[in-house]
């Protein structure tokens, strides 16, 4: 294989990409990654402007019989499917040296990306997706296919946050009623018990797949997971696995019966989209972009939920619930960050889920798992190993192995500006949302929406206001924000292209500014999602740290935006300014991790800048 990835490495795919059968002529663009034996790039219709994704491979991978055969499957089973829920297939064509398939492209990467930012997600998010992954499999079984690689990996999301099932390299087609598969394939974790038993598989592994996802979603890390393969392999087939206490009844219950280790005892799709946790919870009409690295707030959408009537009876055509729709009813909390005005009455449903709806309302508090110091110190062992490896001293540098667009940062900084000696630092996010960190060490946001503020207390407590709608304790800080905002969108350019507002944002919860210092090179920004941005005054470099996706992103002299793996870093080597850099952030984080975070600021500014009347920027 090594061998065979030189050989793909020394024909380089065109930078033009002609269709001889159409003519129709595609521009290379953005590399969106790799995986298996493909490489995707987003691939521009030079003649319609409209954008796809490329996966392309090169033949020189598929020498052997069953790998062409395999490609050939792929290509058969996924054109034949028109869904809304499943990826879009636009074609493919091949030249003398690759395969190319064209297909709809999902800019919103896949559930993978999501879970190893958020890790467990609120129950609506999860019944948001399960829904619209169910309702993808039933397209897919209902046209007697059997996709058996359901994984997070493989859920991929559109613009408009919807889930797309994609990649069906191991999908396969039933020939006949009641044929049972043999062939070992899958995902280790998600794989069920009957194919790694070879007793002869059907639709029901999928269904196995999605309690898995579902378990994952909810619980933030797969069911069977462990160290190793052969331990995760044995307790699939015991059917070893521990659902959480804080895990609400409902969704217990159907986990419970899609991880049912005999596949006859498995329900279908339609009998999972009328289960109890799909019907009787909250389930958002649309979610925000910004619930890829936040948590959404449902206190305003999701205050009173019915445990004794289906979700139709009780949500509006809109999707946001009925209040008060049964007098008579039990209301019922979902464990949902942000709730709040729920109640819990003795006996019921929701009983179990008071405690985690109860810690929600008091502000927004941190997840149990989530560590007080946002990831520093997981940060700070990342970056040291990279350092420790030296990676500008390699004979061989290659930096391409290491790159991995999946990671790119969802929130960073694009403009601020200091005014601390006064007021505090403003800023402005990637997604155009504006943000002040305030010398008291309060917080005022203002969403992309232009509509939508949020005040953070020094404690954390979140409250939620309206630009044109807010108490008259916060005038003087909402005017500060105006100011501030007047100021960037004046005098400040911005540093990348920004996401349009849409419907749903109204949900959105975006990471606030934690904390920052500056120094004689840099500024240094850390976000409350962990992510640690370090701006560099004299070349307007910049790099962002991400330790959920342990991944670096560099901005160069020349604008150049490139994400990287840190342990690819640490194993292929980079060039000598990024080293440079990461050996700066690492000395950054360490004086970050000594300095309480309620006085970084001070303690850094008093040494390193001076005193000013007139605002500092970018």
Not at 53 to 73: D, F, N, R, T, W
Not at 121 to 136: A, C, D, M, N, V
Not at 215 to 221: A, D, E, I, S
Not at 266 to 295: E, H, K, W
Request: charged fraction near 25%.
């Amino acid at each position: 294989m090594t061998s065979q990835l030189k050989d793909e490495t020394r024909k380089e795919i065109p930078e033009i990409i002609v269709d001889s059968s159409t003519g129709k002529k595609y521009q290379r663009g953005k590399f969106l990654g790799k995986g298996g034996f493909a490489k995707c790039y987003e691939l521009t219709d030079m003649k319609t402007k409209e954008i796809f994704a490329g996966k392309i491979v090169a033949k020189s991978l598929l020498v052997k019989p069953h790998q062409k055969e395999k490609m050939s499957q792929e290509i058969s089973i996924h054109r034949s499917l028109r869904d809304k829920h499943v990826v879009g297939f636009h074609g493919f064509f091949e030249d003398s040296d690759f395969v190319y398939i064209i297909l709809e492209l999902c800019r919103r990467r896949s559930l993978m990306e999501l879970h190893k930012r958020r890790k467990a997600i609120t129950e609506p998010e999860t019944r948001y997706f399960l829904k619209q992954i169910l309702s993808g499999v039933k397209h897919l079984h209902d046209r007697k296919v059997i996709h058996r690689d359901l994984k997070l990996g493989n859920l991929f999301l559109s613009d408009e946050m919807e889930i797309k099932i994609g990649d069906f390299g191991l999908a396969t087609r039933v020939d006949y009623e009641g044929e049972r598969k043999r062939t070992l394939c899958g995902t280790p974790n998600y794989i069920a018990p009957e194919i790694l038993c070879k007793k002869g598989h059907s639709y029901e592994v999928d269904v196995w797949s999605v309690g898995c996802i579902l378990y994952t979603l909810l619980v933030g890390k797969p069911p069977f997971e462990t160290q190793t393969l052969k331990d995760t392999y044995m307790r699939i087939k015991k059917n070893e696995y521990h659902i959480p206490s804080r895990i609400g009844p409902l969704a217990r219950s159907l986990i419970q019966r899609l991880l049912q280790g005999d596949p006859t005892r498995r329900p279908n799709v339609d009998l999972i989209l009328a289960d109890d946790f799909m019907t009787m919870g909250y389930i958002p009409n649309r979610l925000p972009t910004s619930c890829l690295t936040m948590a959404p707030r449902f206190d305003s959408r999701c205050s009173t939920v019915a445990t004794r009537k289906p979700l139709l009876e009780i949500n509006n055509k809109d999707g946001s619930p009925v209040k008060n729709v049964l007098k008579d009813g039990v209301k019922k909390v979902d464990n949902v960050t942000g709730f709040k005005g729920g109640v819990s009455v003795p006996g019921s449903v929701g009983q179990q889920q008071s405690a985690a709806a109860q810690q929600a309302a008091a502000g927004q508090q941190q997840k149990p798992d989530e560590p007080s110091d946002c990831y520093l110190k997981e940060l700070y062992t990342q970056v040291s190993a990279v350092v420790a490896s030296k990676p500008d001293e390699r004979e061989n540098i290659n930096e391409e192995e290491s790159e991995d667009p999946a990671a790119v940062p969802m929130i960073w900084v694009s403009k601020w500006v200091d005014y601390s000696d006064k007021y505090g630092l403003g800023y402005q996010l990637c997604d155009d949302s504006i943000g002040v960190l305030f010398n008291d060490f309060t917080k005022l946001l203002l969403l992309s929406d232009g509509e939508n503020i949020h005040y953070i207390e020094r404690s954390n407590a979140e409250h939620y206001h309206q630009l044109k709608n807010y108490p008259a304790t916060l005038n003087k800080k909402v005017t500060l924000l105006r100011y501030f905002r007047n100021y960037m969108n004046e005098h400040l350019l911005k540093a990348a292209a920004s996401m349009c507002p849409r419907e749903g944002d109204e949900l959105a919860r975006i990471p606030s500014l934690r904390t920052y210092f500056r120094t004689r090179s840099a500024i240094i920004l850390h976000l409350t999602n962990g992510t640690l941005q370090i701006n560099f005054f004299e070349d307007h470099t910049k790099i962002m740290l991400c330790p959920l996706m342990g991944a670096v992103t560099y901005i160069d002299e020349k604008r150049n935006f490139r994400t990287y793996r840190m342990t690819g870093l640490e194993k292929y080597g980079c060039r000598p300014d990024l080293a440079n850099r990461l050996r700066y952030a690492r000395n950054m984080i360490q004086k970050l991790m000594v300095t309480k975070s309620s006085n970084a600021k001070s303690a850094s500014s008093s040494s390193t800048t001076t005193q000013h009347t007139q605002p500092t920027t970018a």
